[in-house]
C-alpha cells in the first residue's frame, strides 16, 4: 500500500468511527498525514528487513488540546485503524499497539 493510499484508509477509518463519539468533529488532516508516514516508513523497514512497525505512537500537542486527546475511545479509535491499516497491508504487530499523550506548549492549537 503506497502512503496516499495508506493516509486515504486511514482518514476513512478514523473519521468514520470518530463521528460516533465527537459528532461534527474532524481529526486534523495533520495527525493522519504524520500517522501514515511513520507507518510507511516503517513498513518499509520491515519490508527490507531492517526494522519493525512500532508498537508505541506518541502525539506531542498543545496543552490546551490535550483534554481532548485523552478520550481513551478516541485513541481505541484511531488504534483499530492503525492495526487494520497494518494488517490490510499484510503486516502484524508484535505488540498490541498503544498511544502515549505528550504536552508541548510550543506546538500550535488545534
Known sequence: MNLQKLETRLQTLIEVDLLRILPGSNVK??????????IQHHMDLVRDGSGTLPDVYTLVIHPDTAQTWVNENLLAIILHSITTVAQESGFKFTIAPVITIKTDETKQKN
Not at 488532516?29 to 511513520?38: F, P
Open 29 to 38: 488532516d495533520v495527525i493522519i498525514q504524520k500517522l501514515a508516514g511513520v
